[in-house]
Structure formats: C-alpha cells, structure tokens
C-alpha cells in the first residue's frame, strides 16, 4: 500500500539548520508532486510549497522563500525539506503530503528550535 | 490568493446530532475542495475529495456539498470517534487551507 515515512523528531538551536526526509513507498515516485504542510502548535494548517518529482522543480509559497529549501534523492523516493537559520516561529509540525489533491500524508515530523 | 474562510471555530455537540461545517471561499473554486479530520498527534486524515466525493473507508455518515464559493461537510449522526479538528482546503488555484473547526462533544 501507499506510505509516506517521514524521519523522527528534531531539537535545534536557533541560527542552525535541519534537514527531515520523506520516503514514498508503494507507487512511482515521480508520478506524483510532492507537498509540504506547516502546522505550528495549537495552529492550522499551512501549505509551504511544492516539488515537481519529475523535474526536481521547487516551487514555494510567499511565506516560504528564501530558507527554506525542498529536494529530492528520486533513486530512493525521497523527497526532503532543508530550513536554514531556524528561528522560534519554525517550531511546528511538518509533513509532506503526495498528489495534487494531498491524497497520502507522511506522519509528521515535529520540528523543537529552541 | 484564495482565501478559505471556514466556520464555526469550534462547536460543541452530543451524540446523535446532526453536524455541519462550513467553508467560504474568497473566490469560485469549482468544487476543488478537500475536507480532512486531524485527531490530535495524527496526521490530516482526507475524508471528501471534489467537493462530495467520499475517500475510500470513511463512513457513509460523512458527506459534503457546495459550488461556487461555498461549501460544506456534514456529519448526519455525530459518534464519539468524530471528536477531532476539521479542515477545508482548496485547491482549484495553488493550495490553501481552512482555519479550522474544532469538534468536541456536549
């Protein structure tokens, strides 16, 4: 059946990077987009922006430019989320989410900066 | 940008009642509209794809409605299990979600 695994937690310090995967399983990767979801504690859901898995074409939202950056290791089915220079506001939940209609989600990752 | 207005914010109801969540749209969205249950510490659940398509092995006592720029789920019979947060979200231009809706028992 169709799985996103997303990696495990992650405590940071302001100023440092993270990196957290997204491993697809059980469908051709590159037949469907892949989407990242913020969800800060106690929030709603945002949408940060997607990558085309089969050109490896980021696009993101306004909120989501500059550091933040979406990759792929398509050989593994992977798609993953870099954010540089964390501050406090990046604390949250992060998930990535499969097809145009977020039709599969990974289990999310939460994300401590602190 | 769509915005997705979704109300109420919360709303309390007992056992056996008939629920209803609304979404409003900033603009047309041509039934490109999603809802999702989130319990709490899970990941969003998809329960309606296109506005009143019902995702596989979601019970029958969901359904949603709606065109233009307003849209909504119902629950006919709300069951202890449906304690959870809801969400709209379209996507007939990019993505966007509702604010919102959470669901607690009376």
């Known amino acids: 059946q169709i799985q996103l695994v997303q990696s495990g937690p992650e405590l940071k310090k302001p100023g440092e990077s993270v990196k957290i995967s997204c491993k697809a399983s059980g469908y051709t990767f590159t037949d469907y987009a892949m989407h990242w979801v913020k969800q800060a504690p106690g929030k709603g859901l945002k949408w940060m922006g997607w990558i085309n898995t089969y050109t490896g074409k980021p696009t993101y939202a306004d909120d989501f430019k500059g550091r933040f950056v979406f990759s792929l290791e398509a050989s593994a089915s992977t798609a993953n989320l870099q954010i540089s220079n964390l501050k406090n506001e990046d604390t949250a939940t992060y998930f990535c989410a499969s097809g145009i209609t977020f039709d599969y989600w990974g289990q999310g990752v939460i994300v401590t900066v602190s | 940008d769509i915005q997705m207005t979704q109300s109420p914010s919360f709303l309390s109801a007992s056992v056996g009642d008939r629920v209803t969540i609304n979404c409003k749209a900033s603009q047309n969205i041509n039934k490109y509209l999603n809802w999702y249950q989130q319990k709490l510490g899970e990941a969003p659940k998809r329960l309606i794809y296109?506005?009143?398509s019902l995702q596989t092995g979601i019970p029958s006592r969901f359904s949603g409605s709606g065109s233009g720029t307003d849209y909504t789920l119902t629950i006919s019979s709300l069951q202890p299990e449906d304690v959870a947060t809801y969400f709209c979200?379209?996507?007939?231009?990019?993505?966007?979600f509702g604010g919102g809706t959470k669901l607690e028992l009376k």
């Open positions: 979200q379209q996507y007939n231009s990019w993505w966007t």
């Open positions: 296109n506005t009143n």
